[in-house]
């Protein structure tokens, strides 16, 4: 049976590939102009960011009372993103990674299950830092949009949602239980006309937060505070990602500020966070264009930055990922 869940998902991400072999394609036939010394430097910050993760979820796991090694917590992490891409469930699916490896390790699902929460938590969290800076920047420069405070005021609603849930689990294991069982309901009844079965377990529902509340009752007391480290490691990795964009844009001689990097990044990102497609394909290349030209950039320097920076950040992460997810399960067999 695991053998066949890893031939799907590397299915899946072939299929990814094929459906998206225009935007790489054209990936491919720009960086083939690009300054390779700022291309190298753009693929060693994307490593330092993959660590980083481990980083971060080896301190989250800390706080949690697990000690794990923190280059098998980045061989994780980094399956975990492909899982997200190649099936994006908002972070969902790659917490089923950590909880399967947590199975395998012998420490409880619970925690590994509430530790993929916390970092999603955190990761949220200082992004919206980043993006309070990148609305800053756009006001003063007075280009931002309806649709960016759309977006951005979206993100938010979505992370306070997911903030509620934690703090509900906290208080209550039955309530964030009846919560999720009730919530599966209204998504079972409306996809029955056409699956004709239900596609969410109500039972599941109760026994996902009794896990939840299981390793939420076992955090240590003023651990609010000790989430300031995870939060430290989170925002070290959006800096990363900065980083990657700046070298974009050195890549080809491109003219910047710094506002400009960070402005232009944020909403890049805001977009892919909120994008239906995976990892937001074709919509961040479409839309981080917009938003550096906005800034003052050429919109054909624009393009040749995000494709770039993409090549980094989407398709290099996707070929580790999926090497990532290949050799967790060849060690599991």
Known sequence: ????????????????IVLSFGELENTLATLQKAHLR?????????????????????????????????????????????????????????????????????????????AGALFLLVDQAAFLLVLALGWIILIRRNDLTAGE??????????????????????????????LLARIAHIINRILKPFLHHNYLSEDRAHAFAAEIAEGL?????????????????????KTLLVGILLCAFLSFDVPFSAGTIIAGWAIGYLFLIISPTP?????????????????????????????????????????????????LHLSEA
Not at 166 to 176: H, K
């Open 217 to 237: 009752s076992d955090l240590p007391e003023h651990s609010i505070a000790r989430l300031l480290r995870p939060l430290l490691h989170a925002l070290v990795n």
């Open 149 to 178: 405070v759309s977006a951005s005021l979206l993100l938010l609603a979505m992370a306070s949602v997911f903030a509620f849930f934690i703090y509900l689990g906290y208080r209550s294991a039955d309530a964030l239980g009846n």
């Open 38 to 114: 700022w291309l190298f430097l753009a693929l060693v910050l994307e490593l330092l960011w993959m660590a980083n993760i481990g980083l971060t979820y080896k301190s989250i796991y800390h706080l949690l009372g697990i000690e794990e090694r923190l280059d098998r917590l980045t061989l994780v992490a980094a399956a975990s993103n492909f899982i997200n891409i190649v099936a994006p469930t908002a972070g969902v699916s790659g917490i089923a990674i950590f909880a399967s490896e947590a199975r395998r390790r012998g420490y409880p699902t619970g925690k590994a299950t509430l």
């Open 279 to 327: 990892n937001g394909i074709g919509v961040v290349e479409g839309f981080m264009p917009l938003t550096l030209a906005s800034l003052r950039v050429p919109y054909e320097a624009a393009v040749v930055v995000t494709l770039t920076y993409r090549a980094v950040t989407f398709w290099f992460l996707l070929a580790v990922g999926a090497w990532a997810f290949r050799r």
């Open 1 to 16: 049976m695991k053998k066949f869940i890893v031939v799907v998902f590397l299915f899946l991400g072939v299929g990814l």
